[in-house]
């Protein structure tokens, strides 16, 4: 398949007519081709209008039709073979490993949401039946189901062109819940946008749906993605991003004259608490593990240990001088963008120019462009109560160590912490009561809490929580990633004395769907 | 019990500082003792410290005993007897009766979440168990529950004193969660408020619960609501009022370092569509029918039925004839306050003084002070497509009915509705297309949609929605009647890894709760 550069609005290819975006390889700076130009308000509008229109119709497909076009989707992503992967390694400078697994991740997600619809669980169809006889008064028949909110923007994230961007988590989440979808592509991998954009384009036409429930705009964010999140159509959108480029968007979300549901996925640094007990028995292989957690994707995951803290004293010496070695032996790795490149390496300047942490090793430096050096802090953890700015998120494979005189100060440390994606304890049995007494506090600030284990590395299941507290998150209540991102969105609607004929398949008496439903407060068996 | 006049700050009376409040006898402009001073910042921050420090012990105590608490809340409020039930007529101007069943309905509602609470359902657990030996990675043992946000702020209602009040729906469905409810009263039932507010804080004690699990605090909007909505231990609140002030406090929620959840209920017309062939057969009937809606506690409920949308025509008059004559001998009805009422007259004024609208007929004019007087008013499908204004709540039992010159305009009228709380049909089997060309709009429009019956009733059951697209509240995810509003005090949290002695019981391997969870997949019999 040619690139040829346009955007996607429903079934057409349209040319763009702002600046050009071109895709860099980050991996050599070299330009990519073709040019994407940017589309303006009056394509929002468009996609928007098609959006629209299609949403009464596809937010009442069959529970099998909506599964095979999720399917399908899935399908004509493999069927773009190689063409996918390369493309994508160039625009990413991420290993074609790495891409592979992203592409079976993005499909098997595809194929997770497919059977989480056929399950029908998230239409949660309640029914009290009619007390006609009832006194004082009667109970006319009532009953619940959920209904998709309306057409959803979603922002293409950087660090995982496949998985979530185009066709990843928010737009299968979305389109799970009967939500047609306007992506705006994430402008530094236009290409991977495009292939991906054309196979859901290809699902749609296949699966015979309305044209507008799917469409794919490039351009600025500050004219198409606000515009985007602005527009009275969009009643819902999804984001993996930068924690100022998620609020600026929010904040569009929260002053339209109805407001809506945005879904920001901003910024964490993943705190990893290693017990006493386990730093003594291995203090030296958690230092070492812990750095090849760190280094995961050049460290550019969302929930990348940005943070460690832990009581000083001779064990957690020897984890901080495994480390250390491991990270003066780290070779560096290409990062996604230019521009992700200086943030980091201001970031990591930043750490190193302050007075209140200590650098303990750096990697290796990289021979090419937007080389990823990784870094080891220390700080005390007074020093870390006193100054919030030791808290920011450096997006890369930094990260910092909070040294605590004892347990109550590291409990103090936890408490202060700002709200994450994840918490992990590295414990052994030793270490149960310190780790009961983190519990409820971790519990209070992270959506994921790890026992053993590193948080890089996001099972996509029924049980994932992608989420957690502000500013991880812009809405505690959900998660971006696993099947309950479906819930994000949908949204209740009651029926009152509905004939059955009037009724949605889900809510008629004869129960055609064979779900399991609440009846008069007991679930069905 | 003698009222005291103070706020309930944990275990505390506590007397306020600022202004006098006074409760008015809205039938008599009698002004009621004792004051009721206004708390300060200081109080709010007590309170809120004291909801905090009992956050982590309240949002993990068994589930019999949370249900057992939110049964003996209603134990002591049926104990408070004869005392209750005048003081909040005194306060409230409504009928006896009204205010007997208003206590019903709020103690089975908490006797209803004390069941939802042991079913445990929202607890929503899934599993997703280890595979160690899967390939490329094998997977972690990964759980899933929902635990409490934090501390609420519930905001009284003027129009429920009872069931939508200090422990009424808000509260209780936050108490089910397992979060601390801070209650800011309504300043026009403060003693009402204080009566049900020990009536908790003897259930908090009876039952052995942290202090801070529930205060009541009285003083101003500006100050002390405001700064219950800003203050960072607070981490959602439920509002149920007027258009401006849920906007107010709406906007403080969300201006917070950390936003959150602000669930406001706000403003709906209501819209009752009289289908062709329901008028032919019994407009008339219908006509009637509609002002006993509309006259039901003084339209002072949420869902009072403030628009009818219909075919012009000679059933349509019938309809209008009918529903005239029945407004002409409705009696007048004591508002809940003068603010209530001045504002009733205003919005009733402005109808009958708007060139768009034509003044069909008003009811009997009362003697006594704060009387409301029944008045319908019609318009043309044409003006009210034109005029925004037209859409404007008058709180109060106002009524405008919209005449479509067909069916196409109808659904033009249907289609440029603001959100609503409900949306009624009135049809006969011969009305079943029509209907279910409005169907769809509808379900995009409100949060509960009635066939053949009338709004005002809200059922407090397990498929109730009462919520809707803006700005009939502020977040169309949501109910704030019903068993399923216990979700929007909930999120969820992942379980990675842990060891078995490390989780909360509704986890456990051995599944003590005896939950139906989600396991791989397959959700348990």
């Excluded at 009532?142 to 922002?155: C, E, N, T």
């Excluded at 159509?233 to 984001?239: L, V």
């Excluded at 964490?268 to 994707?297: C, K, Q, T, W, Y």
């Excluded at 780290?330 to 930043?350: K, V």
Aim: net charge negative; with cysteine.
């Amino acid at each position: 398949m040619t690139l040829e550069g346009k955007m996607l609005i429903g079934q057409q290819a349209v040319p763009g007519q702002r600046d050009a975006i071109h895709a860099i390889n980050p991996a050599t700076n070299a330009q990519l081709e073709p040019a994407y130009f940017g589309g303006t308000r009056e394509d929002v509008e468009q996609a928007c209008e098609l959006a629209w229109a299609a949403f009464d119709g596809y937010r009442e497909t069959a529970l099998e039709a909506r599964a095979g076009f999720l399917e399908t989707i899935a399908d004509e992503i493999e069927a773009l073979g190689d063409a996918l992967i390369e493309r994508a390694v160039a625009e990413s400078g991420l290993p074609q490993a790495r891409i592979q697994g992203e592409r079976g991740r993005t499909c098997n997600q595809l194929r997770l949401f497919a059977k989480t619809v056929r399950a029908g669980e998230w239409l949660d169809v309640r029914v009290d039946p009619a007390m006609p006889e009832r006194q004082p008064m009667p109970r006319a028949d009532l009953r619940q189901r959920h209904i998709a909110l309306g057409p959803v923007a979603v922002f293409g994230a950087s660090n995982f062109p496949l998985a979530f961007s185009v066709a990843g988590g928010d737009t299968a989440s979305a389109l799970a819940a009967g939500c047609p979808v306007i992506v705006k592509a994430h402008s530094a991998h236009p290409g991977t946008s495009e292939l991906v954009g054309r196979a859901i384009q290809a699902a749609v036409k296949r699966c015979a749906l309305p044209e507008g429930v799917f469409s794919l705009i490039f351009g600025s964010g500050r004219e198409v993605g606000q515009a985007l999140v602005a527009n009275p159509r969009i009643k819902a959108a999804g984001f993996t991003g930068s924690r100022s480029g998620g609020l600026a968007l929010w904040h569009i979300a929260q002053s339209r004259p109805e407001p809506i549901p945005f879904y920001a996925e901003m910024s964490s640094i993943n705190p990893v608490f290693p017990l006493p007990a386990a730093l003594e028995a291995r203090g030296a292989n958690l230092g070492e593990a812990f750095v090849g957690s760190l280094n995961m994707g050049a460290g550019q995951f969302c929930t990348n240990p940005g943070l460690v803290v832990a009581i000083k004293g001779p064990a957690l010496d020897d984890f901080i001088a495994a480390a250390r070695q491991a990270v003066e032996t780290s070779a560096s790795q290409t990062m996604l963008t230019p521009g992700i490149h200086q943030a980091y390496e201001n970031g990591m300047q930043q750490l190193a120019n302050s007075d209140k942490a200590r650098e303990i090793a750096r990697g290796r430096q990289g021979d090419g462009p937007n080389q990823c050096q990784t870094a080891l802090f220390v700080t005390s953890a007074s020093d870390f109560l006193g100054d919030e700015s030791l808290q920011a998120e450096v997006f890369g494979s930094t990260s910092l160590v909070v040294e605590c005189s004892d347990a109550e100060e590291l409990q103090r440390v936890a408490e202060r912490l700002e709200g994450q994606l994840t918490a992990t304890l590295l414990m052994d049995d030793a270490d149960l009561d310190a780790a009961r007494a983190l519990l409820p506090v971790l519990e209070r600030k992270a959506g994921r809490i790890l026992v053993n284990g590193w948080p890089t590395g996001v099972e996509v299941c029924d049980t994932m929580v992608h989420g957690g507290p502000f500013p991880a998150t812009s809405d505690v209540r959900t998660t971006s990633v696993g099947t309950a991102a479906i819930l994000r969105f949908l949204r209740p609607v009651c029926y009152q004395g509905l004939p059955d004929a009037l009724l949605p398949e889900a809510l008629k008496a004869s129960n055609p769907l064979a779900l399991k439903r609440l009846v008069d407060g007991q679930r069905e068996a």
